[in-house]
């Protein structure tokens, strides 16, 4: 019996990896992210599919520890300077959020003739955004570190934190509930904070000695296992205090954040954050009881429509209210406009208390699962049917009638340098660049720089390039260089063309172009690199400009032949670290070689080693 229910144990072990390892590949490959694909294979494996598992619930607990990890490694990013930094952002614009939605939401129940209490349970559940899935999007992004994306994790945090006063107010909410003393609420959130001040003082003061001691040890299995403890015990603490198992990993990761063993705490919990985080997707598909939502399609149709508007609307206005671009705020309202994982505590207790039955429990946990579906669809779509950002022009002058002796395309790093040489000899310089952000930066360093694309061909007849005696071109992309570099040619053939190149396969593509001149960014700062570095340890300076000369030569003619012959001709002119390899054979011969004739036993001979 023990054999048989560990091979079952085992089937849905492989049946989880199984999932995940077929969904999210499909539907990354279709363009629809990796969190709708665990949603889907949750749903076709669980007890409302084809029924590999019977209770998602269990999976759906451990599977939590996925969004604790994370929240974690998010905390070791964020310093407590950045966190303090933030705060307006976390009691202003998450407090402000939170409370609109939740008075809209509530509105929303109550138009459908449902009583106050439960529309209240029922929109302030919806109210809490889902972090993991928020989360997960702002990664895939790379938006986490910017500023829009601060704003959203500050609300997220708000959001954690929420839990508790909602958690007291549904007990107040139930039939009886008024019984409960002000002392015991009060009780309640003293336990609260006290834990949130307890974590700070043993994360400011023990786990930097706690690291350094296991560090000592040189037990890399143990370090492992010490950041496994400090993450999971760290939820646990919170949670038994009544806040969310989440906000005690952030916290740790704040605390740890400026430790010296940053990078490896991060480094151990990497691996387990990926694997439970894609669980906990796959347990939430498996959570959607599909018979609910048969039963009741009509009413978790319009309940998910409304909710999603009605709480993407009090985000938008909230966002706008405080000054958010329209952009920013449409982002914001569509990246979180769906319920989250907390929605399933707070309906819990709410049925736990008598507020709401098991009926309306399953049908508002389908409405907050849908919705957690429709996210990346709706993300989706926004990026179809949005368009681009535009840079608003204001206060930069475009490219028009400049008459500059030489024209500058691209005023980054390479361009600033490479203009100075000019502007100290008099002579008369045109600059553009595409970076409206970079214009406004440069002029307050005293450089006018007009707005244009040089890829363009009516940009450079506007900038100048066919009154102008020589065109650098300076840009960063290397299609752009070549592209312009076609163009000037092609427009202007008498035109001198000096260009800046990524590297060799670019400097090639721009001779070809018919550039009078291209240098490849790194090469001189490398060879005067190298230079130094000879100079160092200790040889004679003379030597080392003939060495560097030598280089010189060698490069030119590997370029040469590859001009010639193609990007991998020239091995022969560069100097490896290892001797030229032999030809040798894979194992030793049972027999030495016997010459077959003349020719061949003179050349066994001279092979043979000098006794």
Not at 71 to 94: A, D, T, V
Not at 436 to 462: C, N, P, S, W
Request: glycine share 10%.
């Amino acid at each position: 019996m023990a054999a048989e229910a560990s091979g079952s144990d085992l089937i849905q072990v492989v049946a989880l990896l199984a999932a995940g390892v077929v969904a999210v590949p499909i539907f990354k490959r279709m363009g629809l992210g990796s969190i709708l694909g665990y949603l889907a294979a949750g749903v076709v494996i669980g007890p409302f599919g084809i029924g590999v598992f019977s209770e998602s619930g269990a999976i759906l607990h451990v599977a939590e520890l996925g969004v604790v990890m994370f929240l974690f490694i998010i905390g070791l990013e964020m310093q407590p300077s950045r966190l303090w930094g933030l705060r307006r952002e976390i009691f202003g614009l998450g407090a402000l959020q939170v409370g609109v939605c939740a008075v809209l939401l509530t509105g929303v129940g109550m138009a459908g003739g449902f009583p106050i209490a439960q529309s209240f349970v029922a929109g302030a559940g919806f109210v809490l955004t889902s972090t993991a899935i928020v989360m997960q999007l702002l990664e895939e992004r790379g938006e986490i570190a910017s500023p829009k994306g601060q704003r959203i994790v500050s609300i997220l945090l708000l959001e954690d934190l929420a839990i508790v006063p909602l958690l007291a107010l549904i007990a107040f909410l139930a039939p009886g509930g008024a019984d409960t003393s002000l002392s015991e609420r009060l009780t309640e959130v003293g336990i609260g904070l006290a834990a949130i001040v307890g974590l700070v003082v043993a994360g400011r003061y023990l786990l930097n000695p706690f690291f350094r001691i296991l560090a000592d040890a040189r037990a890399r299995e143990v370090m492992t296992a010490a950041a496994l403890l400090v993450v999971l015990g760290s939820a646990l603490a919170m949670q038994l205090s009544g806040l969310s198992m989440a906000m005690g990993a952030f916290l740790a990761g704040v605390l740890l954040s400026e430790s010296t063993f940053r990078h490896q705490l991060e480094a151990d919990i990497e691996p387990f954050r990926g694997i439970l985080l894609g669980l906990f997707f796959l347990a939430v598909g498996m959570s959607l009881d599909l018979h609910v939502v048969a039963a009741n399609w009509k009413l978790i149709a319009i309940y998910v429509v409304a909710y999603m508007v009605m709480k993407a609307f009090g985000i938008y206005i909230v966002a706008r209210i405080l000054k958010s671009g329209h952009r920013e705020a449409l982002e914001r309202a569509v990246f979180m406009a769906q319920g989250g994982e907390f929605a399933f505590v707070l309906y819990s207790a709410a049925a736990a208390v008598g507020i709401i039955d098991g009926q309306a429990n399953a049908t508002l946990t389908a409405i907050v699962i849908i919705s957690m579906v429709l996210t990346p669809l709706a993300i989706i779509a926004l990026r179809y049917f949005t368009p681009r950002d535009e840079q608003s022009l204001d206060g930069v002058e475009v490219a028009d009638g400049l008459t500059g002796s030489v024209l500058v395309i691209g005023f980054g790093r390479f361009g600033q340098i490479a203009s100075q040489p000019l502007l100290l000899r008099g002579i008369d310089v045109s600059i553009i660049d595409n970076d409206v952000e970079m214009i406004q930066a440069a002029a307050d360093f005293g450089f006018k720089v007009y707005y244009g694309d040089g890829t363009r061909l009516d940009i450079l007849h506007a900038a100048g390039a066919g009154r102008a005696r020589a065109v650098l071109i300076c840009v960063d992309k290397p299609d752009a260089a070549i592209r312009i570099a076609e163009l000037v040619k092609a427009e202007f053939p008498l035109l001198t063309v000096l260009a800046r190149a990524f590297d060799r396969g670019t400097a090639l593509q721009l001779i070809r172009a018919g550039v009078d001149y291209q240098l490849r960014e790194t090469f001189e700062s490398a060879l005067v690199f190298g230079g130094s570095t000879l100079e160092a340890l200790g040889v004679d300076p003379e030597d080392v400009a003939e060495t560097i000369e030598d280089v010189r030569r060698r490069d030119t003619a590997r370029f040469e032949t590859q001009l010639a012959e193609g990007i991998r001709s020239g091995q022969r002119f560069l100097k490896g670290n290892i001797g030229t390899p032999i030809p040798a054979p894979l194992s030793t011969p049972r027999r030495p070689g016997q010459a077959l004739n003349e020719e061949t036993a003179g050349v066994l001979h001279k092979s043979e080693p000098a006794n």
